[in-house]
């Protein structure tokens, strides 16, 4: 049962940030390769705050957000520089260079010997004291985190202003003609799937209890896009299908009777022509609207 509980709350992590991420990529069009640096950012904040400072869960998940929500404002107005396959190449050069500053600013960071002991959340009600050290409450939680930015991300996309990043999909020379302020509106859904990915971040280092750099690189940020794609691109649903699987699909795999000796390497062989198959045979994503 516990096994199925942390499996649980793996998949709701990854299906905040792949629901987030698809906002940027599947409905706006930019192929960003970032998402792992924010997802660092919430992550690191979150650690240094509970382990250094003795705040609130609560608290170090909001201060989490709003440093997220400026470094990405930052990086956006850069970004907003370039086009195409150059826009995916400087987002890969931010998360490198934020994976540096984890890596190597050791006097905050530990660098490479991550941040032991991170506590677990805490909801203070009048004057009673719950601490979430409970797998199953975890869940609950974080379920209900996924939950909130699943239809934050629902409502966003079926406003005008998710109209808007689609008309920007398609045709941002043309959106432009009409008058809107394409830069804004980039900047702005950058900056919501930011801010969605550092909370991802902040529960995954509190139930985790310990952090470093190797869970936030560049192959952290491409496996989330992977996921996006696999699921389809332009859908939510299809984003947590695609979680669910590439969450799921290795943890099966390990109840399949390969000889010992060649287990690990079997596994990641059938696991490869999975994907392989899939993108053959499903393009667009299990149940995707848009290709790349």
Known sequence: ???LVHLSILFAIY??????????V?????????????????????????????????????????????ISLLIGLVLSKFKGDYYALGTL????????ILLNWQSVTRGP????????????????????SNNFAFLILTFAF???????????INSSFGRVLKAIREDEKAIEVFGYN????????FIVAAVMASIAGSLFASYITFIDPTSFTIHESIFILAIIILGGLANLRGAVLGA???????????FVGFPPDIAAQMRQVVYGVILILLMLYRPQGLIGEYKL
Do not use: W
Not at 15 to 24: E, I, Q
Not at 41 to 66: E, P
Not at 93 to 100: E, V
């Open 1 to 3: 049962m516990e096994y």
């Open 15 to 24: 299906a905040m940030l792949v629901v987030s991420l698809n906002l940027v």
């Open 26 to 70: 599947g409905y706006t069009g930019l192929l960003s390769v970032t998402h792992a640096a924010f997802y660092g950012i919430g992550a690191y904040t979150t650690a240094i705050l509970l382990t250094q400072f003795k705040l609130g869960f609560f608290v170090s998940i909001i201060l989490g957000m709003i440093i997220t929500a400026v």
């Open 93 to 100: 050069g931010f998360n490198t260079i934020i994976f540096a």
């Open 113 to 132: 010997l991550g941040i032991p002991g991170i506590a677990r959340p805490e909801i203070k009600i009048f004057n009673f004291q719950f601490l979430i």
């Open 146 to 156: 996924l939950i909130l930015i699943y239809y934050l991300s629902y409502f966003i």
């Open 182 to 189: 394409v830069l804004y509106f980039k900047l702005m859904i």
């Open 244 to 254: 669910l699987f590439l969450i799921l699909l290795p943890e099966i795999l390990r």
